[in-house]
């Protein structure tokens, strides 16, 4: 389908600047651009909307312009924001954009120049304040400014807003004008927050360079509950790098999206046909429980995040949390398995003391006597590692540690504990 009602099909569209953008799209290539404040070290999942915007631009033929904030992001956007970031130094934001960088590039194809990644403190940088207020300020008015709803709302609050924040509008106009000139960038894509900011940029181009540029904003993405996308329950970011959030980790967040989400969740982040994500939205409507429709989400988010071995780590991970082996597992992974679950530490001696399952049961306190331990042992109900004892004088040592960190013990289908030594 034309990459218009694709868009809106999948639930990109929350508004857009010219009703004549479907025909746009349609008739000619463009570039477009949607732009990103390195004020972490990762991109997140909440970043997810805007970069599989640009993934279905460039699907469709279009180039697609990642933009760094190099220099805006040592100010901040206070668009959606209720107080003012705290600012970072030079270094980190350098920091931050080189390791964002990479991560751009399991999504886009920038070979050829089939897409951009820039940095705005290129361009920046060379700007004294005075050429910029002279070349950039003067074609703003204090009024329309103030009437913008990022503005409106900061300065009806007890915070207030800056002058550093309050001139976050001009620079980000101008980075739409300089990717205009530099680029021939005709399109801003945005959250729907950016509405401003982006119509902004939109009026730079039109009184400088007489010319059309058009702008789309996506739809604040939040699940069945309001919470944020991206946001875990205890209310931590869900990250694309895997040293802050495991793959295991990252396939979780999906795989227990509810049944009232998975579909939208489809449309959105995944680049499965049509066809398949009616299916899957039938298997949600007749067979919730088999949870197709979140194995699959869970499956080709994570591919396309963290690759084929990622994907690989994280469904071995999932599938021991249901019984299977637990083998070849890095320590991290399985602590980030069992994070949640109740655990006991012992003594690193006790592992060469002789102890058995019996003993192991009663000191990790998951039996509640040593006549309580041996029943659950002769009832075929304790497994370590995930198999099942059938001695009670089954000997606990070394070997039975997992990537040489802790010991497992599952009681009944459920009840997992998780015994360390140290």
Known sequence: MPLYEELAWRGFIENKTSEELPKILA?????????FDPTADSLHVG????????????????????????ATGMIGDPSGKSKERVLLTTEAIESNVAKQKAQFEHFLDFDGGKALLVNNASWFAPITFIDFLRDVGKHFRLGEML????????LNSDVGISYT???????????????????????????????????????LIRKLRSAQAYGLTTPLITDST?????????????WLDPKRTSP????????????????????????????EITALEKCVADEPHKREAQKRLAHVTTEMVHGADGLAAAEKATAIMFGGAIEDVDGDTLLDIFADVPSATLAPAYLDDGQTIVDLLVDSKTAKSRGDARRRV??????????????????????????DTAIVIRAGKKNYRVVRFG
């Not at 970043?47 to 190099?70: C, E, S, T």
């Not at 309001?226 to 869900?238: D, I, S």
């Not at 980790?249 to 066809?275: A, C, G, H, I, M």
């Not at 590692?385 to 997992?402: F, H, K, M, P, S």
Request: with cysteine.
């Open 378 to 403: 002769k009832e075929g109900g304790i497994y370590l590692n995930n198999v099942r004892v059938q001695e009670e004088g089954r000997a606990i040592t070394r070997e039975d540690l997992v990537a």
């Open 147 to 154: 009437a913008k709803e990022s503005v409106k709302s900061r």
């Open 248 to 275: 295991y980790k990252f396939y979780q967040y999906w795989v227990n999206q509810p049944d009232s989400d998975v579909v939208r969740f489809l449309k959105l982040f995944t680049l499965l046909e049509q066809d």
């Open 165 to 203: 924040e309050f001139s976050y509008m001009l620079l980000q106009s101008y980075d739409f004008l300089h990717l205009h000139d530099a680029h021939g960038c005709t399109m801003q894509i945005g959250g729907s927050d950016q509405w401003g900011n982006i119509t902004a940029g939109i009026d």
């Open 47 to 70: 970043n997810l909307v805007g970069i599989m915007a640009l993934v279905h631009f460039q699907r469709h033929g279009h180039k697609p312009v990642v933009l760094m904030g190099g």
């Open 226 to 238: 309001g919470q944020k996308l991206g946001k875990t329950a205890e209310g931590e970011n869900v």
């Open 27 to 35: 008739d000619g290539k463009i570039t477009a651009y949607d732009g």
